[in-house]
């Protein structure tokens, strides 16, 4: 089993990512992310519409949306450095979002590029040099609408 697909593997132990979101992202526990699926291409994240993410507008907070379409391009950046030798480090350096429709349901953010992620990783490791790439996910209601789009910037280097 590779690095990425052990990785896989505990992002889908809903009781294994509760306690890291717990632990290290406790808005996101409260938020109730959650990863539907993941691959190494792809990742689906979902964040149900009530009480802790909607806004007075009955609408879901553009912020609540902003961190479940990060988690749809974390988990696969994450996949990329799990366990990487050497050791890789990944930040967000950029964030550009639209927002198209009202987010009233559970929203799925789906990223489809998790390969372009992973050859950021792997050029950063090859080259010494820090690599950037930008990860598109767009946010879809229960009626399959799309409701939100977002364009998040990775940063890759190698740890010293």
Known sequence: MNNQTAFNKLALNR???NLFM???????FIARLRIDKISEQSATVSIP????????FRSMYFAAQSMAAEMSTAALAMGAVYKSKPAVSMLVIDLRATFSKKAATRIKFVC??????MQAVENAKLTGEGQTVEAKTQGFDDFGHLVSEFFITWT?????
């Not at 717990?22 to 996101?28: E, F, K, S």
């Not at 519409?49 to 007075?56: F, L």
């Not at 489809?112 to 992620?117: C, P, Q, T």
């Open 112 to 117: 489809n590029d998790g390969e372009k992620i």
């Open 22 to 28: 717990l632990a290290n992202l406790p808005m996101g």
């Open 156 to 160: 890759f280097k190698i740890k010293k």
């Open 15 to 17: 009781f294994k990512f």
């Open 49 to 56: 519409y009530y009480y802790a993410t909607k806004n007075p």
